[in-house]
Protein backbone atom coordinates (compact mmCIF):
# COMPACT_ATOMS: atom_id res chain seq x y z
CA UNK A 1 0.00 0.00 0.00
CA UNK A 2 1.13 3.71 -0.76
CA UNK A 3 1.23 6.33 1.29
CA UNK A 4 -1.30 8.04 -0.20
CA UNK A 5 -3.38 5.09 -0.28
CA UNK A 6 -2.81 4.71 3.95
CA UNK A 7 -3.26 8.30 4.12
CA UNK A 8 -6.43 8.41 2.39
CA UNK A 9 -8.00 5.39 4.34
CA UNK A 10 -7.27 7.25 7.13
CA UNK A 11 -9.20 10.37 5.75
CA UNK A 12 -12.01 8.40 4.90
CA UNK A 13 -12.78 8.00 8.64
CA UNK A 14 -12.58 11.71 9.12
CA UNK A 15 -13.75 13.36 6.09
CA UNK A 16 -16.78 13.16 3.94
CA UNK A 17 -15.00 10.34 1.32
CA UNK A 18 -11.54 11.10 2.72
CA UNK A 19 -11.52 15.10 0.88
CA UNK A 20 -12.63 18.28 1.51
CA UNK A 21 -13.80 18.89 -1.99
CA UNK A 22 -15.66 16.07 -4.06
CA UNK A 23 -13.52 15.88 -7.48
CA UNK A 24 -10.11 15.37 -5.15
CA UNK A 25 -11.69 11.78 -4.53
CA UNK A 26 -10.53 10.71 -8.50
CA UNK A 27 -14.12 8.87 -8.29
CA UNK A 28 -14.89 9.30 -11.77
CA UNK A 29 -11.09 8.15 -12.65
CA UNK A 30 -12.12 5.29 -10.55
CA UNK A 31 -9.08 5.31 -8.64
CA UNK A 32 -7.24 6.51 -5.08
CA UNK A 33 -6.26 10.24 -5.05
CA UNK A 34 -2.77 11.02 -4.22
CA UNK A 35 -1.69 13.46 -1.62
CA UNK A 36 0.51 15.89 -2.36
CA UNK A 37 3.61 17.35 -0.05
CA UNK A 38 5.14 19.58 -2.35
CA UNK A 39 5.05 21.92 -5.74
CA UNK A 40 7.79 23.97 -7.45
CA UNK A 41 7.39 25.80 -10.74
CA UNK A 42 5.29 23.16 -13.25
CA UNK A 43 5.36 20.45 -10.96
CA UNK A 44 3.74 18.75 -7.91
CA UNK A 45 5.42 16.19 -5.95
CA UNK A 46 3.21 13.60 -3.95
CA UNK A 47 4.20 12.34 -0.34
CA UNK A 48 5.65 8.58 -2.31
CA UNK A 49 7.78 10.56 -4.36
CA UNK A 50 6.38 11.07 -7.86
CA UNK A 51 6.91 14.31 -9.84
CA UNK A 52 3.85 15.27 -12.15
CA UNK A 53 4.10 18.11 -14.51
CA UNK A 54 0.77 19.96 -13.05
CA UNK A 55 -2.08 21.47 -15.98
CA UNK A 56 -4.70 21.75 -12.35
CA UNK A 57 -2.60 24.33 -10.87
CA UNK A 58 -4.87 24.07 -7.60
CA UNK A 59 -8.05 24.84 -10.17
CA UNK A 60 -6.55 28.10 -11.95
CA UNK A 61 -4.66 30.17 -9.68
CA UNK A 62 -1.08 29.15 -10.63
CA UNK A 63 -0.63 31.43 -13.65
CA UNK A 64 2.98 31.79 -12.02
CA UNK A 65 3.45 28.40 -11.59
CA UNK A 66 3.68 26.65 -7.94
CA UNK A 67 5.60 28.57 -5.17
CA UNK A 68 7.09 31.98 -7.39
CA UNK A 69 9.98 33.10 -5.56
CA UNK A 70 8.37 36.89 -5.15
CA UNK A 71 5.10 36.08 -3.45
CA UNK A 72 6.87 33.28 -1.11
CA UNK A 73 8.65 36.05 -0.08
CA UNK A 74 5.87 38.91 0.16
CA UNK A 75 4.32 36.18 2.23
CA UNK A 76 6.58 35.58 4.51
CA UNK A 77 7.13 38.80 5.20
CA UNK A 78 3.46 39.67 5.92
CA UNK A 79 2.88 36.99 8.15
CA UNK A 80 5.73 38.10 10.26
CA UNK A 81 3.02 41.26 11.18
CA UNK A 82 0.41 38.76 11.99
CA UNK A 83 -2.05 36.62 10.58
CA UNK A 84 -5.01 38.46 10.60
CA UNK A 85 -6.58 41.26 12.34
CA UNK A 86 -9.89 41.67 11.12
CA UNK A 87 -9.90 44.70 11.06
CA UNK A 88 -8.48 47.56 8.13
CA UNK A 89 -4.99 47.73 6.50
CA UNK A 90 -3.32 49.38 3.83
CA UNK A 91 -3.27 46.73 1.62
CA UNK A 92 -6.37 46.08 1.27
CA UNK A 93 -6.54 49.32 -0.83
CA UNK A 94 -3.51 48.43 -3.02
CA UNK A 95 -4.81 45.58 -4.18
CA UNK A 96 -8.55 47.15 -4.94
CA UNK A 97 -6.82 50.01 -7.00
CA UNK A 98 -4.51 47.00 -8.77
CA UNK A 99 -7.81 45.22 -9.79
CA UNK A 100 -9.59 48.64 -10.52
CA UNK A 101 -6.60 49.48 -12.64
CA UNK A 102 -6.67 45.87 -14.29
CA UNK A 103 -10.61 45.81 -14.68
CA UNK A 104 -12.03 49.37 -15.26
CA UNK A 105 -15.72 48.15 -14.68
CA UNK A 106 -14.78 47.73 -11.05
CA UNK A 107 -15.89 50.95 -9.68
CA UNK A 108 -16.30 49.97 -6.04
CA UNK A 109 -15.61 46.67 -4.65
CA UNK A 110 -15.55 43.96 -1.25
CA UNK A 111 -12.90 41.92 -0.86
CA UNK A 112 -14.41 38.17 0.37
CA UNK A 113 -12.63 34.98 0.72
CA UNK A 114 -13.72 32.57 -2.24
CA UNK A 115 -15.91 32.67 -5.40
CA UNK A 116 -18.66 30.76 -3.49
CA UNK A 117 -19.21 34.02 -1.33
CA UNK A 118 -17.99 36.49 -4.05
CA UNK A 119 -20.95 35.48 -6.68
CA UNK A 120 -23.25 34.87 -3.90
CA UNK A 121 -22.69 38.23 -2.66
CA UNK A 122 -22.86 39.90 -6.28
CA UNK A 123 -26.54 38.47 -6.51
CA UNK A 124 -27.77 39.36 -3.42
CA UNK A 125 -26.78 43.10 -4.19
CA UNK A 126 -27.98 42.69 -7.53
CA UNK A 127 -31.68 41.95 -5.82
CA UNK A 128 -31.23 44.50 -3.69
CA UNK A 129 -30.82 47.06 -6.08
CA UNK A 130 -33.19 46.48 -8.60
CA UNK A 131 -35.57 45.25 -5.41
CA UNK A 132 -36.80 41.71 -7.75
CA UNK A 133 -36.66 38.15 -6.68
CA UNK A 134 -35.69 36.30 -9.59
CA UNK A 135 -32.28 35.43 -11.13
CA UNK A 136 -31.38 33.80 -14.53
CA UNK A 137 -28.38 31.47 -14.89
CA UNK A 138 -27.23 28.69 -17.22
CA UNK A 139 -27.55 24.88 -16.90
CA UNK A 140 -23.72 23.74 -16.60
CA UNK A 141 -22.15 27.20 -15.21
CA UNK A 142 -21.16 26.66 -11.76
CA UNK A 143 -20.98 29.49 -9.65
CA UNK A 144 -20.58 27.98 -5.95
CA UNK A 145 -22.05 26.00 -3.76
CA UNK A 146 -24.55 28.75 -2.51
CA UNK A 147 -28.33 27.95 -2.07
CA UNK A 148 -29.94 29.48 -4.48
CA UNK A 149 -26.86 28.61 -7.44
CA UNK A 150 -27.46 25.13 -7.22
CA UNK A 151 -29.89 24.67 -9.47
CA UNK A 152 -30.52 22.51 -12.68
CA UNK A 153 -32.44 22.22 -15.48
CA UNK A 154 -36.22 19.99 -14.64
CA UNK A 155 -38.12 19.31 -17.94
CA UNK A 156 -37.12 22.65 -19.92
CA UNK A 157 -35.72 25.84 -19.50
CA UNK A 158 -38.97 27.29 -19.04
CA UNK A 159 -39.92 25.18 -16.00
CA UNK A 160 -39.19 25.85 -12.27
CA UNK A 161 -35.46 25.25 -11.54
CA UNK A 162 -34.95 22.04 -8.87
CA UNK A 163 -32.31 22.17 -6.25
CA UNK A 164 -29.29 20.14 -7.56
CA UNK A 165 -27.98 19.05 -3.94
CA UNK A 166 -30.12 17.62 -1.07
CA UNK A 167 -30.45 20.67 1.42
CA UNK A 168 -31.55 22.85 -0.53
CA UNK A 169 -35.04 23.89 0.42
CA UNK A 170 -37.41 24.14 -2.86
CA UNK A 171 -38.20 27.75 -2.38
CA UNK A 172 -35.39 28.89 -3.61
CA UNK A 173 -35.74 27.45 -6.84
CA UNK A 174 -38.72 29.24 -7.42
CA UNK A 175 -36.37 32.18 -8.04
CA UNK A 176 -34.03 30.39 -9.75
CA UNK A 177 -34.79 30.63 -13.76
CA UNK A 178 -32.27 27.85 -16.00
CA UNK A 179 -31.24 28.80 -19.76
CA UNK A 180 -28.97 26.83 -21.97
CA UNK A 181 -25.72 28.35 -22.34
CA UNK A 182 -25.03 29.58 -25.87
CA UNK A 183 -28.89 29.47 -26.97
CA UNK A 184 -30.18 33.18 -27.19
CA UNK A 185 -33.54 31.66 -27.32
CA UNK A 186 -33.87 30.28 -24.26
CA UNK A 187 -33.05 33.52 -22.53
CA UNK A 188 -35.44 35.43 -24.20
CA UNK A 189 -38.42 33.24 -23.59
CA UNK A 190 -37.47 33.57 -20.23
CA UNK A 191 -37.06 37.44 -20.28
CA UNK A 192 -40.41 37.55 -22.43
CA UNK A 193 -41.92 35.33 -19.54
CA UNK A 194 -40.90 37.73 -16.84
CA UNK A 195 -38.33 39.86 -17.59
CA UNK A 196 -39.56 42.50 -14.83
CA UNK A 197 -38.98 40.27 -12.27
CA UNK A 198 -35.36 39.60 -13.19
CA UNK A 199 -32.56 40.90 -11.12
CA UNK A 200 -29.81 39.92 -12.96
CA UNK A 201 -28.50 37.22 -15.22
CA UNK A 202 -25.27 35.68 -14.05
CA UNK A 203 -22.87 33.91 -16.31
CA UNK A 204 -19.73 32.15 -16.71
CA UNK A 205 -18.10 34.23 -19.85
CA UNK A 206 -16.21 31.34 -20.73
CA UNK A 207 -18.21 28.31 -19.03
CA UNK A 208 -15.61 26.15 -17.71
CA UNK A 209 -17.07 23.92 -15.21
CA UNK A 210 -18.49 21.73 -17.81
CA UNK A 211 -15.08 21.57 -19.37
CA UNK A 212 -14.30 25.24 -21.38
CA UNK A 213 -16.97 25.91 -23.73
CA UNK A 214 -16.30 29.22 -25.48
CA UNK A 215 -19.23 31.79 -26.12
CA UNK A 216 -20.73 32.38 -29.28
CA UNK A 217 -19.85 35.27 -31.23
CA UNK A 218 -22.89 37.04 -30.14
CA UNK A 219 -24.02 35.71 -26.98
CA UNK A 220 -22.41 37.76 -24.29
CA UNK A 221 -23.04 40.98 -26.50
CA UNK A 222 -26.98 39.54 -26.82
CA UNK A 223 -26.83 39.10 -22.81
CA UNK A 224 -25.64 42.59 -22.28
CA UNK A 225 -28.57 43.64 -24.43
CA UNK A 226 -31.40 42.09 -22.76
CA UNK A 227 -30.71 42.95 -19.61
CA UNK A 228 -30.09 46.14 -20.40
CA UNK A 229 -33.86 46.45 -22.27
CA UNK A 230 -35.41 44.78 -19.17
CA UNK A 231 -33.16 47.01 -16.06
CA UNK A 232 -31.89 43.94 -14.90
CA UNK A 233 -28.32 43.45 -13.97
CA UNK A 234 -25.31 41.35 -15.85
CA UNK A 235 -23.26 39.26 -13.82
CA UNK A 236 -19.98 38.22 -15.05
CA UNK A 237 -18.57 35.17 -12.96
CA UNK A 238 -14.69 35.75 -13.70
CA UNK A 239 -13.47 33.55 -10.80
CA UNK A 240 -11.78 31.12 -13.32
CA UNK A 241 -11.47 33.96 -15.89
CA UNK A 242 -10.37 36.41 -14.36
CA UNK A 243 -6.82 37.77 -14.58
CA UNK A 244 -6.28 34.35 -16.66
CA UNK A 245 -7.34 35.32 -20.71
CA UNK A 246 -5.83 39.19 -20.18
CA UNK A 247 -5.72 41.95 -17.14
CA UNK A 248 -8.98 42.83 -17.91
CA UNK A 249 -10.33 39.09 -17.87
CA UNK A 250 -13.26 37.61 -20.27
CA UNK A 251 -15.06 41.26 -20.26
CA UNK A 252 -11.48 42.39 -21.87
CA UNK A 253 -11.23 39.46 -24.01
CA UNK A 254 -14.18 39.67 -25.82
CA UNK A 255 -15.42 43.89 -24.42
CA UNK A 256 -18.03 43.22 -22.94
CA UNK A 257 -18.52 45.63 -19.81
CA UNK A 258 -20.95 43.85 -16.95
CA UNK A 259 -22.45 45.70 -14.27
CA UNK A 260 -21.03 43.48 -11.55
CA UNK A 261 -18.61 40.62 -11.51
CA UNK A 262 -16.61 38.12 -9.55
CA UNK A 263 -13.11 37.18 -8.94
CA UNK A 264 -11.13 34.51 -7.33
CA UNK A 265 -8.19 32.11 -8.10
CA UNK A 266 -5.81 34.35 -9.25
CA UNK A 267 -6.64 37.62 -7.23
CA UNK A 268 -5.49 36.08 -4.11
CA UNK A 269 -2.21 34.39 -5.53
CA UNK A 270 -3.54 30.68 -4.75
CA UNK A 271 -4.48 32.01 -1.60
CA UNK A 272 -8.16 32.31 -0.12
CA UNK A 273 -9.28 35.44 -1.57
CA UNK A 274 -12.14 36.66 -3.89
CA UNK A 275 -13.84 39.80 -4.62
CA UNK A 276 -16.94 41.25 -6.51
CA UNK A 277 -17.87 44.94 -7.40
CA UNK A 278 -19.12 47.09 -10.26
CA UNK A 279 -20.98 50.23 -11.31
CA UNK A 280 -20.40 52.84 -7.87
CA UNK A 281 -24.35 53.10 -7.88
CA UNK A 282 -24.94 49.30 -7.44
CA UNK A 283 -22.06 48.40 -5.25
CA UNK A 284 -23.40 51.95 -2.25
CA UNK A 285 -26.07 49.28 -1.95
CA UNK A 286 -23.74 47.40 0.56
CA UNK A 287 -23.93 47.51 4.35
CA UNK A 288 -22.56 49.97 5.84
CA UNK A 289 -23.86 52.85 3.54
CA UNK A 290 -26.50 50.65 1.83
CA UNK A 291 -28.94 48.14 2.94
CA UNK A 292 -27.50 44.85 1.44
CA UNK A 293 -26.07 43.49 4.36
CA UNK A 294 -22.18 41.29 3.65
CA UNK A 295 -19.57 40.67 6.06
CA UNK A 296 -16.58 38.11 6.88
CA UNK A 297 -14.26 38.55 9.63
CA UNK A 298 -11.05 37.26 7.41
CA UNK A 299 -12.44 39.20 4.06
CA UNK A 300 -9.17 40.92 3.10
CA UNK A 301 -7.18 39.18 5.44
CA UNK A 302 -3.20 40.32 4.76
CA UNK A 303 -1.55 37.18 4.08
CA UNK A 304 -3.96 36.70 1.02
CA UNK A 305 -3.84 40.54 0.02
CA UNK A 306 -0.26 40.08 0.01
CA UNK A 307 -0.09 37.25 -2.33
CA UNK A 308 -2.88 38.62 -4.26
CA UNK A 309 -1.29 41.98 -4.45
CA UNK A 310 2.38 40.89 -5.86
CA UNK A 311 1.12 37.89 -8.42
CA UNK A 312 -0.92 40.79 -9.75
CA UNK A 313 2.11 43.24 -9.81
CA UNK A 314 4.23 40.85 -12.21
CA UNK A 315 1.32 40.20 -14.22
CA UNK A 316 1.07 43.76 -14.89
CA UNK A 317 4.77 44.19 -15.21
CA UNK A 318 4.98 41.12 -17.95
CA UNK A 319 2.00 41.04 -20.14
CA UNK A 320 3.86 38.81 -22.40
CA UNK A 321 2.68 36.27 -19.82
CA UNK A 322 -0.46 36.29 -21.82
CA UNK A 323 0.84 35.60 -24.84
CA UNK A 324 3.70 32.78 -24.25
CA UNK A 325 1.16 30.64 -22.18
CA UNK A 326 -1.66 31.17 -25.13
CA UNK A 327 1.25 30.27 -27.43
CA UNK A 328 2.22 26.62 -25.00
CA UNK A 329 -1.78 25.75 -24.72
CA UNK A 330 -2.49 26.07 -28.88
CA UNK A 331 0.90 23.68 -29.24
CA UNK A 332 -0.81 21.33 -26.35
CA UNK A 333 -4.08 21.58 -28.24
CA UNK A 334 -2.39 20.81 -31.71
CA UNK A 335 -1.07 17.35 -30.18
CA UNK A 336 -4.73 16.69 -28.99
CA UNK A 337 -6.14 17.06 -32.45
CA UNK A 338 -3.23 15.34 -34.13
CA UNK A 339 -4.69 11.98 -32.37
CA UNK A 340 -8.54 13.06 -33.23
CA UNK A 341 -9.61 14.21 -30.22
CA UNK A 342 -12.30 17.11 -29.95
CA UNK A 343 -10.48 20.52 -27.90
CA UNK A 344 -11.88 23.65 -26.85
CA UNK A 345 -9.55 26.40 -25.76
CA UNK A 346 -9.79 30.08 -25.05
CA UNK A 347 -6.49 31.43 -24.47
CA UNK A 348 -4.73 29.09 -21.66
CA UNK A 349 -8.37 27.87 -20.77
CA UNK A 350 -8.86 24.20 -22.83
CA UNK A 351 -10.67 20.97 -22.41
CA UNK A 352 -10.44 17.82 -24.00
CA UNK A 353 -13.74 16.37 -24.98
CA UNK A 354 -14.43 12.26 -25.52
CA UNK A 355 -17.50 12.80 -27.82
CA UNK A 356 -17.83 13.16 -31.68
CA UNK A 357 -21.04 15.44 -30.68
CA UNK A 358 -19.89 19.53 -31.38
CA UNK A 359 -19.44 21.25 -27.96
CA UNK A 360 -21.43 24.70 -27.53
CA UNK A 361 -23.61 23.65 -24.34
CA UNK A 362 -24.03 21.29 -21.52
CA UNK A 363 -26.34 19.29 -23.73
CA UNK A 364 -23.64 18.29 -26.27
CA UNK A 365 -21.18 17.86 -23.02
CA UNK A 366 -23.44 15.37 -21.64
CA UNK A 367 -22.63 13.26 -24.14
CA UNK A 368 -19.30 12.79 -23.50
CA UNK A 369 -17.83 9.48 -22.80
CA UNK A 370 -16.09 9.21 -19.14
CA UNK A 371 -14.84 6.09 -19.30
CA UNK A 372 -12.62 6.99 -22.19
CA UNK A 373 -11.92 9.89 -20.02
CA UNK A 374 -10.90 7.79 -16.81
CA UNK A 375 -8.34 6.13 -19.70
CA UNK A 376 -7.12 9.04 -20.68
CA UNK A 377 -6.34 10.51 -17.09
CA UNK A 378 -4.78 7.38 -15.97
CA UNK A 379 -2.52 7.13 -19.16
CA UNK A 380 -1.56 10.97 -18.41
CA UNK A 381 -0.58 10.18 -15.06
CA UNK A 382 1.00 7.11 -14.70
CA UNK A 383 3.45 9.32 -17.96
CA UNK A 384 3.81 11.85 -15.21
CA UNK A 385 1.28 14.45 -16.23
CA UNK A 386 -1.52 15.60 -13.69
CA UNK A 387 -4.71 17.09 -15.56
CA UNK A 388 -8.35 17.59 -13.97
CA UNK A 389 -9.88 14.39 -12.62
CA UNK A 390 -13.04 14.70 -14.42
CA UNK A 391 -14.12 15.24 -18.09
CA UNK A 392 -15.84 18.38 -16.80
CA UNK A 393 -13.39 20.30 -15.68
CA UNK A 394 -10.49 22.85 -17.57
CA UNK A 395 -6.89 22.53 -18.16
CA UNK A 396 -4.91 24.88 -17.13
CA UNK A 397 -1.27 25.98 -18.36
CA UNK A 398 1.30 28.31 -16.56
CA UNK A 399 4.31 30.38 -17.15
CA UNK A 400 6.83 28.02 -15.33
CA UNK A 401 5.59 25.54 -18.32
CA UNK A 402 8.59 25.50 -20.12
CA UNK A 403 9.35 24.81 -23.65
CA UNK A 404 10.96 21.14 -22.53
CA UNK A 405 7.83 20.69 -20.35
CA UNK A 406 5.50 21.53 -23.24
CA UNK A 407 7.36 18.78 -25.36
CA UNK A 408 7.47 16.25 -23.00
CA UNK A 409 3.21 16.74 -22.37
CA UNK A 410 3.28 16.73 -26.75
CA UNK A 411 5.17 13.11 -26.51
CA UNK A 412 2.62 11.94 -23.83
CA UNK A 413 -0.28 12.58 -25.88
CA UNK A 414 1.21 11.21 -28.97
CA UNK A 415 1.72 7.81 -27.03
CA UNK A 416 -1.80 8.06 -25.73
CA UNK A 417 -2.59 8.51 -29.32
CA UNK A 418 -1.26 5.29 -30.45
CA UNK A 419 -2.85 3.26 -27.83
CA UNK A 420 -6.70 4.12 -28.63
Known sequence: MTKSEELFKKAQNIMPGGVNSPVRAFNSVKRTPFFVDSAKGAYIYDVDGNKYIDYVCSWGPGILGHAHPRVIEAVKKVCEKGLTFGAPTEKEIILDELIRKCVPSMEMMRLVSSGTEAVMSAVRVARGFTGRDKIIKFTGCYHGHSDGLLMRAGSGVLTEAIPDSAGVPKGYAKYTLLADYN???????????????????????????????????????????????????????????????????????????????????????????????????????????????????????????????????????????????DKNTAIIEDAYKS??????????????????????????????????????FNHMLTHGIYVAPSQFEAMFVSVAHSADVIEQTVDVVAKYGKNV
Open 339 to 376: IGLQTKRVGSLMSVFFTDNPINSYKEVATCDTDKFAAY
Open 183 to 325: DENSVRELMQQCGEEVACIVVEPVAANMGVVPPTSTFLKFLREITNQYGALLIFDEVITGFRLSLGGAQEYYGIKPDLSAFGKIVGGGMPLAVYGGRKDVMSCVAPIGAVYQAGTLSGNPVAVTAGIETLKILIENQEIYSEI
